[in-house]
């Protein structure tokens, strides 16, 4: 007997990726001063990407490009454009406007460009709001880009988030296809708002404006509690699993693929620990990437398809914690 | 012959609103050595609301508290808290994370809180993927929170945007209600990246970042190229509205009532001057409360609602302008 809710003929067309000049462990532990081997074995990154000249409007309107090119589409094509992120260009105007702008036919369509924030969740979400609005009418393809610029909020003397963080952009197109087996089968997220301070940048917006409080290190960084994240995520996550699954046909155990948040490498050996995951159901890129915020999911997704790992007909789950404090997850079949 | 697209049973079944310590233009001329009554003829406000220890996430908190109290719910009824809003208390966490947070039941709720940002439309956007969203099953009730703090981005130099803008909250429940008369019946934004900078807050975020861009109130503040924005609004805004308006059953002309965007006093003449509306037809809450950001629509809503001037069953186009550049709709039964 099927449990599953209603599935929706909702497929990821193709994706796209920019990630600027890689930088090995080795060279960042150089430049910092820092102990040799110590970002592999405190993070576990090996290497990350890190903008120079490139901006989070630039980055995401390369990828764009990419993931409508493999699509064998154009702009013209997309009935929305969303920016699914937690960083910016600028506070005024949106993200979304920004990469639509940057992109080729930028100025010849009127696409709308929107974003969607719930800080490293935001691709999920932004997935799970696509799959609810795409109709096949007025909503036909829809344009998701993750575009991250970590570095530039990260406090040099933070040893922990100065090596696990990285930059990069992901972009997914997402159409309604019913001619295909791919769908959207269930999204979830809940938010814990004990841990809404778990994850801060604490200057920056009203609360501590720029006005009143000059640029500190301390303020202006990413800060993270990761002992009590960790606490969290392992008392609330289980939960939240079950719940999840508990009206599909599908079973976390046995999915084919879950391609979560890299978030740390803690966090990523408590995952396992929870769970006892089979060998090569969870994708990682935490070691070539680090934590990309939001573009982490997309970017692993696309790593785990090109490496065909993922295949069509896969059952997929996506899946994270982010700032705020929540939990959230997609299922779908690839 | 009915040409509009299948109608969703949307309704607005409550709202609530926070608004800080008035301050009349005369106080505002005096304290910032203004000539008086300039205030009131450029800008066209008479009196705005200025936020002293109130942030975005408090006041977004006590707005959704009444329209929760409004609507004989709870924020356990809630299935989705969507923050819409252009300004934000942390750069990290999303707005609605904190929002959520600081209510009453915050903590005891796992309520999913997510920022929809399409800066002065984000309410109508929010309403709109509410709209979609909403099911009646996983999705029955959804609240939408703008909670906009103007102030701190203003440059005191700038007699222009110091005159125009004010701060406040306002808050929407929205459900899904097939035993109700009211209804969804369209949305639509086209973004016109031709017009992506004429509205911009270019520090601050990671183009100009802190640590490199001292606090400057130039860079810091809201820039406004007013004249640009009114052309473009002219010459875009009557296409607009004919698409919008092609297939459905309604005309701009005949409908009950229009919650424009409180953009400014020129943009309010030019909208009258392009479509002659009739008096009364078009909401205003500008001469009261000033631009209030994506909190503006709603605000003026809430006015057109509680005075009596928008009724149960009335046709409303909630529409306006915003950065990045982006004319948006939305057309409802209340």
């Given at each position: 007997m099927s449990k599953t809710t209603k599935t929706k003929p909702i497929r990821i067309v193709a994706m796209g990726k920019y990630l600027?000049?890689?930088?090995?462990?080795?060279?960042?532990?150089?430049?910092h001063s820092l102990p040799a081997g110590w970002a592999m074995k405190y993070s576990g990154v090996q290497n990350r990407h890190v903008a120079s000249q490139e901006s989070n409007g630039w980055m995401g309107a390369?990828?764009?490009?990419?993931?409508?090119?493999?699509?064998?589409?154009?702009?013209?094509?997309?009935?929305?454009?969303?920016?699914?992120?937690g960083t910016y260009d600028y506070p005024i105007p949106n993200q979304a406007s920004v990469i639509k702008a940057e992109m080729k036919d930028g100025n010849a369509c009127h696409t709308p460009a929107i974003d969607i924030d719930s800080t490293c969740l935001s691709f999920v979400t932004a997935l799970d709001f696509a799959?609810?609005?795409?109709d096949g009418k007025a909503y036909k393809n829809i344009l998701i880009v993750s575009s991250e610029i970590a570095s530039k909020g990260i406090n040099p003397t933070n040893w922990?988030?100065?090596?696990?963080?990285?930059?990069g952009a992901a972009a997914t197109v997402v159409s309604y296809a019913p001619e295909q087996a791919s769908c959207y089968i269930k999204g979830m997220q809940r938010t814990y708002s004990e841990g809404v301070y778990h994850t801060l940048i604490e200057g920056g917006g009203n609360r501590k404006f720029f006005?009143?409080?000059?640029?500190?290190?301390?303020?202006h960084s990413f800060q993270m509690k990761g002992k009590q994240l960790l606490k969290l995520t392992k008392r609330l996550l289980p939960d939240f699993m079950e719940v999840f699954f508990a009206d599909t046909d599908y079973a976390l155990a046995t999915v084919d693929a879950i391609v979560p948040h890299q978030a740390s490498k803690l966090g990523a050996a408590l995952f396992q620990r929870l769970f006892d995951f089979a060998s090569g159901q969870v994708?990682?890129?935490?070691?070539?990437y680090g934590n990309c915020i939001a573009a982490s999911i997309p970017l692993t997704l696309m790593a785990a398809i090109d490496e065909?790992?993922?295949?069509?007909?896969d059952i997929?789950?996506?899946?994270?914690?982010?700032?705020?404090?929540?939990?959230?997850g997609v299922l779908l079949r690839y």
């Open positions: 600027p000049q890689a930088m090995s462990s080795e060279a960042l532990e150089k430049k390369r990828a764009a490009e990419e993931a409508l090119q493999k699509a064998g589409m154009t702009l013209h094509d997309i009935d929305m454009l969303i920016s699914g992120g799959a609810k609005i795409l922990e988030t100065l090596t696990l963080f990285g930059d006005k009143d409080y000059p640029y500190d290190p301390e303020l994708k990682t890129t935490l070691a070539h065909g790992s993922i295949q069509r007909g997929c789950l996506l899946a994270g914690t982010s700032a705020g404090f929540a939990i959230g």
